[in-house]
Every structure is written in C-alpha cells, then in structure tokens.
C-alpha cells in the first residue's frame, strides 16, 4: 500500500495507455498484457507523464478539477496506484531531496 504521497509514480517500461478506436476504448498496453481499464483509471495514468509526477500533485490537481475532498480523492488514488504497482503497471520512487536545496 503506497502510504507517502510524496513518492513519484510513473509507468514502468514497455507499459501505455492507448485508446484503441476499434474497441472503442482505452487499453493500458503492457508485455504480453492487455487491460480494459475503468474511465476512473484512464483519468488518473492520463495524468501521469513518462517521467512521473509525485502523488500528492496528482492528487492535489484531481481534486481541485473535480471539487471534491482531497482526502477521499488521495484515498482512491492511493488504492489505485498501489494495485498497478502490484501488478508491475507503475513504478513507485521516493523523492530524493537534492543536498544543495536543503542547504
């Protein structure tokens, strides 16, 4: 379970988000895998660029854009993530602090 909202998530290799229009939906592509992903998920991975982002800004951007409270939006998001985490569809990276910054 992904606790630290101050961690960085991004897709792991090999891994997209697609809309596929003879399905007529989105699929989250990876090795040997393809998933049908809920419109909830596909809102989240959208938002989450090659590089990453950390959890508490994904979180903060969803709630404000859906005015709803943050807590239960970190809640979901959280759930979500840990579960493609376990899955292998994300990878989940504590934030280093750069020494010269914290000087």
Request: a neutral charge.
């Amino acid at each position: 379970m992904i606790r630290d909202e101050r961690c960085i998530v991004a897709p792991k290799a090999g891994v997209r988000l697609r809309f596929d229009p003879v399905r007529g939906r989105h699929v989250l592509l990876a090795p040997e895998r393809v998933l049908f992903p809920c419109p909830t998920t596909v809102e989240i991975l959208g938002r989450i660029p090659p590089g990453g982002i950390r959890i508490d800004r994904l979180v903060d951007a969803l709630a404000a854009e859906y005015d709803a409270p943050r807590e239960v939006i970190a809640q979901d998001v959280r759930d979500l993530l840990s579960g493609l985490a376990r899955d292998r569809m994300i990878r989940v990276e504590r934030e280093t602090q750069d020494v010269d910054a914290a000087a």
